[in-house]
C-alpha cells in the first residue's frame, strides 16, 4: 500500500515540474525571438539611414528617393521584387518613417509591433538610427 501511494506523488510532482519547465522555455523563446527580431531592426534601419545619408541633398527630397530608402529598410534592398518578403512578418513601407534634415538622416518606425508568442511589443518611434550627411552636402 505504501509504495503506490509514493508513485502517484512522484507523478504528481512531474506533472508540476513540466509546466513549469514549459512555461520557462516559451518566456525563454519569447524573450529571445524579439530581441532576435529587435536586432534585425536595427540592421535594417541603420541601411535605410546610411543609404539615405548618402543621397545628395536635393534629392533626398525625390519620392523616389523617399520610396527607396523605405524599400531598402523593409525588404532589404532599394528596388525589391513583386514577391519579396520583409525582412521581419508584419513590416511594411508606411511603418517607415524618414527624416532628412540639412545635416543628417533619421530613420525610425512607426505604428509598428512585433507579434510575439504571447504578446505583442509595440515599437513606436523605435529603433531610430540617424546618420550625417556624406555626400551632397552644400559647402
Known sequence: MRRRSRSGAALIEFAASLIVLSVTFAGIFEIGYSFYTYG???NSIRAGARYAAVQPRGASANPAVIQAVRNLVVYGDPA???SEKPVVPGLST???ELVNGPDSSTVSL???QVDALFMKV???GRPMV???VTSGAPK
Open 80 to 82: 525589391p521584387a513583386e
Open 40 to 42: 534585425t531592426l536595427v
Open 94 to 96: 508606411e511603418n517607415v
Open 130 to 132: 540617424t546618420f550625417p
Open 110 to 112: 512607426r505604428d509598428f
Open 122 to 124: 509595440k515599437l513606436n
